[in-house]
């Protein structure tokens, strides 16, 4: 009997896919920031259309490379968040079947814990050339000595990760680290947890290389983009107040509002998964972000 056919996913809520009726075949996926294996009739199922369209399911590509090294490509974004159209790879393009399945999974666990664009906060899909789209999903594995800013930092990853640097902001170089670091994940996710430590910086990558910039108009301002159906409950049930006025662990710590979240979409507290949604929520409406809040409360606490 041949072998079904299987892709690799990342889901950010529990899915089950159905072909051929309730008597038929079906699969689940399960929230998590690692790939799952499903097999690939779920590409035909208007489940997983839906769900890819709202972004509750990205389909990726494993490649394989020399000294066990692992890369993931996402090839199932919407084209707005990573890829413009006709940039999408054919399927079954870029595998290896000449390596056994249990190798792949051993090297999807060791290293598919990334987060992805889906969840990286502050990179410029727009302004995102397609050169080096693949290699922000380059692991790099470095330690970082003592003394050293993040623009070195930042310089380091993406030496690493095969990508050039054209440009970045002077607010990187203001910080000295006494201590050194162990940085280890996608390039992507690296450089986006640098991000997050200065206010409105973005980055992407042009045909040059890497930028790395605070702008003038902060994702806060940008057009808001319209929310999913699950959006608009889970907005719902938190409320607007509570968005405002609460970070993302908080709401979550609501026992109500938690109860009722865990139980409808499976949410739980601290995860990428929750955290992508409230983010998405706040964004859309103009809400703080959760990391807003708690920095406007630091002067009184």
Known sequence: MDREETIHVIANKALTFLRGGYDGDSTSVRPDTRPQAVPAWIRDTDTFRFAARDGSVLEIEIKTLPASNSSFTACGLPESVLRPAGSMKQSGEGNDDSVPNDQQEQQTERKGRGRGPLLWQYFNAERTSTIYRELLFNWVSLSVPARLTNDHVVEQIARAASIPVESLSD????????????????????????????????????DTGLNMEIVSTPFSQLPRPSLSTRDHAVHEIVGEKNFKALTNREIMGDRKIGRELSRQYTFKSGSDATKSCFDRIRRAMGYPLSRTITNERSPQG
């Not at 986006?192 to 206010?199: G, H, Q």
């Open 171 to 206: 607010h990187l170089a203001q910080s000295v680290f006494p201590r050194g670091q162990v940085v280890s994940g996608f390039a992507g996710d690296e450089f986006d947890k640098i991000a997050d430590n200065y206010r409105n910086m973005q980055w992407w990558v042009s």
